[in-house]
């Protein structure tokens, strides 16, 4: 599924951005503020109809300009697709081979586009609910049923929730946690088969990356010893108190563990990023694996927090990979390309072939 062609226009700094793209792997490189970012928040835009550092998409419409697009053209098998995003008047639209998209379900089907950004680290600070979409991302991606699934499961816990405010209990409760108990089950399933199998992968890389041994656990959201039944059960009186589930795969996460204990307490800023950079890798992985594609992953600047050894290791774990590369810079010395691979520069929002 590699992305053949990119148009960009006023995404944040790029201006008439048009580029012709290697299959493999991508360069570019370019001083700060030159529009390194931007190019890749494009292509993350293009894939998940999202961006990776905002929530909000109007953010990334150029100042002075009321619209957006992006446009694409990727390969799948013998095919091609035109894959068009724009956001204009707080709308996005997408459209896919002259169709509006029916859903952004449809654009992760033609290109599955993952990310090692400047906010990496946070996969393993910020709160649970990070990881969780880290997962769940990870195993739509693989299974694209699951969105429904989720999405299902979010919506019986809605009712539940609304009859708890209401005050409902006994008998007239039970009518809304039955089909809570049943969606949990198939969210739960989904995601502890994914988590499983990611866990191999990720103790392999980890070892690699971070001469460290690393491994992942999945917390269902409720305690293990007992089913979700009992601890919804055991829990009648403070979500009826607070009008709100307390225990469920809404609550749900993953445990990143050294040897030494949780990664959260027992590694450096530069190691977490090492964890956080395993985690995609092996998601990466994964996603090969399950899916027989490639898909894209977008390596933001790597050279900027890691020390050379560290960014030799990562640079040994993308060399496998089948997976069309994008990886940006401040300069070629910082990075040392691979030779035959296309080198873009980049500055002050215009990307251009170095040839
Ligand atoms: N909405 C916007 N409109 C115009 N310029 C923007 C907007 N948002 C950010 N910028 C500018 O775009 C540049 C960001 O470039 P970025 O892609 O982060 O650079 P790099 O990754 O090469 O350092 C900055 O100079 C920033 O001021
Ligand atoms: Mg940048």
């Not at 609910?129 to 990870?138: A, P």
Request: glycine share 10%; hydrophobic share 40%; with cysteine.
């Amino acid at each position: 599924m590699p992305l053949e062609r990119l148009q960009v226009d006023s995404v944040r700094c790029l201006k008439a951005v048009d580029v012709e793209l290697d299959p493999h792997r991508n360069y570019l490189f370019g001083p700060n503020g030159a529009g390194k970012t931007s190019f890749l928040e494009s292509v993350y835009l293009l894939g998940r109809g999202r961006s990776f550092r905002t929530r909000q998409t109007a953010r990334l419409v150029q100042h002075g300009s009321h619209d957006l697009t992006v446009f694409g053209q990727v390969r799948s098998g013998d095919r091609r697709h035109r894959v068009g995003l724009s956001f204009a008047g707080g709308e996005l639209k997408v459209r896919i081979d002259g169709e509006t998209a029916p859903g952004m379900a449809r654009l992760a089907e033609v290109m599955a586009v993952h990310v090692m950004g400047s906010k990496l680290h946070r996969l393993i600070e910020a709160g649970p609910s990070e990881r969780r979409r880290f997962v769940d991302g990870g195993v739509f991606h693989v299974e694209h049923a699951y969105l429904h699934t989720w999405r299902h499961y979010r919506r019986v816990l809605g009712q539940r929730n609304a009859a708890l405010k209401r005050g409902l209990g006994g008998a007239p409760l039970e009518v809304w946690t039955r089909p809570v108990l049943a969606a949990a089950a198939a969210v739960h399933a989904a995601r502890q088969r994914y988590v499983e199998e990611l866990s191999g992968l990720v103790a392999q890389v980890g070892s690699r990356l971070l001469e460290h041994s690393l491994r992942i656990v999945y917390r269902p959201g409720w305690r293990q010893d007992i089913s979700l039944e009992q601890a919804l059960h055991e829990s009648l009186e403070r979500d009826t108190r607070t009008g709100f589930t307390q225990v469920g795969p809404h609550r749900a996460d993953i445990d990143i563990r050294m040897a030494a204990g949780s990664v959260r307490d027992h590694a450096s800023r530069g190691q977490q990023k090492l964890i956080a950079a395993a985690l995609v890798l092996a998601q990466v992985r994964l996603f090969g694996q399950r899916t027989g594609r490639g898909g894209l992953l977008l390596v933001d600047d790597p050279a900027a927090e890691l020390d050379t050894g560290s960014l030799d290791r990562l640079m040994a774990e993308l060399e496998p990979l089948a997976t069309q590369l994008f990886l940006t810079g401040l300069s070629e010395r910082a990075m040392r390309p691979r030779q035959g691979f296309p080198v873009f520069h980049v500055e002050q929002g215009r990307v251009a072939a170095v040839v």
